[in-house]
């Protein structure tokens, strides 16, 4: 069993910024990527951002240069810094982690970026 506790969501004004968390634990092995996705009331699950065990990055084009991500591989946690926030960053964001050909979500934490 794994399990992926996200943090760290909230109620922010436009501009502003929030830091998410992710913590695995559990059976954990050899975790390979682990990442971002968010959802929107009545639009798709979409990537935000993934980080994989070499450290090389990908983000969604609509988060470049605002949003960071990065992993601490002793904690097994992902953290995604998030600046600059705006009204359409509005979303469920939920943790992914990819490991031995498997793939687990969190429960997800809710982004409501509004004035």
Not at 54 to 78: E, H, L
Request: proline share 3%.
């Amino acid at each position: 069993q794994v399990q992926l506790v996200e943090s760290g969501g909230g109620l922010v004004q436009p501009g502003g910024s929030l830091r998410l968390s992710c913590v695995a634990s559990g059976s954990i092995f050899s975790i390979y990527r682990m990442g971002w996705y968010r959802q929107a009331p009545g639009k798709q699950r979409e990537l935000v951002a993934i980080i994989t065990n070499s450290i090389n990055t990908i983000y969604a084009d609509s988060v470049k240069g605002r949003f960071t991500i990065s992993r601490d591989n002793a904690k097994n946690t992902v953290y995604l810094q998030m600046n600059s926030l705006k009204p359409e960053d509005t979303a469920v964001y939920y943790c992914n982690v990819v490991m031995q050909g498997t793939t687990h979500w969190g429960q997800g934490t809710q982004v409501t970026v509004s004035s």
